[in-house]
């Protein structure tokens, strides 16, 4: 998917991308725009199942001044914001009948009006699309317009699900690294040959999505300047000891201890990189928020917490 992603890049035709939901198509979507020439322009994604049809008309195409009840200003819309750019159209097969017809032009003509206007406006874009749905069946049964499929069709990608193309683990989770080291201002350059092979035997249920969710956790939490087995989240990164002998029950108590003591740094660590903020730690460290600040409790970190301000004042 990634050769396919690097040759479409180098031209101007239209690509849809097809996959499940968390396969990447945005992150694809992306790639190719930053492989492009267009990549020193706008890359801007609408999804067209998330607004109502009369908004996402709005959003896509602008509007003049009056032209509905709240427009007392004209509002470019995207096609006309991302000039010389790339669109990218997630969930397109979602896509109203009424605005495929006005897709249609902009990819055929290039120009469109805004709502309530008459003035032709000329763009130079890109469109990328994705979506989750059959276009062929959609087509078929009168849901989609042909014509819209068929510009749309120019280059096909399939992007089936992570685990069925492991070859683009490396690729992403290095892309991942880059942008949420730069993200969060980590200077985490690398990931170890045995972490990356972590990564490319991990199933991924989740797929892309839960694979960027990993990297990010790891970056934040990551000691050095290389990830390693020990700061992913994953099956196999924290093998167990061997002697699988009983512990005498001092040894028990003192586990216990080392273990809380463990999560509390955890704890601590991403509270420190989110600035004490309850649910981006939690979500960075892949746990509900009441769960979250259930642990917080737990552990006394609210104690930890007052205690280094107070030294720190």
């Not at 170890?192 to 990564?199: E, H, I, N, V």
């Not at 509270?271 to 509900?288: E, F, I, M, P, V």
Request: hydrophobic content about 40%; aromatic content about 6%; glycine content about 8%.
């Amino acid at each position: 998917a990634i050769q396919m992603a690097q040759k479409a890049s180098g031209t101007n035709s239209t690509v849809l991308l097809l996959g499940e939901s968390g396969t990447g198509k945005e992150v694809f979507a992306h790639t190719i725009h930053l492989w492009s020439p267009r990549r020193d322009k706008p890359f801007v994604v609408v999804n067209c199942v998330a607004l109502s049809e009369h908004l996402l008309e709005s959003e896509l195409f602008g509007h003049e001044k009056g032209a509905f009840t709240g427009a007392h200003q004209a509002k470019k819309g995207k096609f006309e914001a991302a000039n010389g750019g790339t669109v990218f159209l997630d969930e397109i097969g979602d896509m109203p009948s009424s605005l495929q017809s006005k897709l249609l032009r902009v990819l055929q003509d290039h120009e469109f009006e805004r709502v309530g206007g008459t003035r032709p406006i000329s763009t130079d874009i890109r469109v990328l699309a994705a979506t989750n749905r059959e276009l062929d069946e959609a087509v078929r049964v009168g849901r989609f317009r042909a014509d819209l499929f068929y510009r749309l069709n120019v280059i096909r990608i399939a992007l089936p699900p992570l685990r069925e193309r492991r070859e683009d683990i490396p690729a992403l989770a290095q892309h991942f690294r880059a942008r949420y080291a730069a993200e969060t201002k980590r200077p985490v350059r690398g990931i170890t040959a045995d972490a990356m092979d972590l990564l490319r035997r991990h199933d991924w249920p989740g797929n892309v999505r839960e694979l960027a969710n990993t990297i990010e956790r790891a970056v934040v939490l990551c000691a050095g300047e290389t990830i390693t087995p020990a700061d992913l989240a994953l099956p196999g990164a924290h093998p167990p000891p061997r002697s699988q002998d009983p512990m005498p029950a001092g040894e028990v108590d003192g586990f216990h201890a080392q273990v809380n003591a463990y999560r509390r740094q955890v704890l601590l660590t991403a509270l420190q990189r989110t600035n004490g903020n309850h649910t981006q730690a939690a979500k960075l460290l892949g746990l509900h928020r009441t769960y979250f600040l259930r642990l917080l409790q737990k552990l006394n970190i609210r104690a930890d917490l007052d205690g280094a301000a107070q030294r720190n004042a």
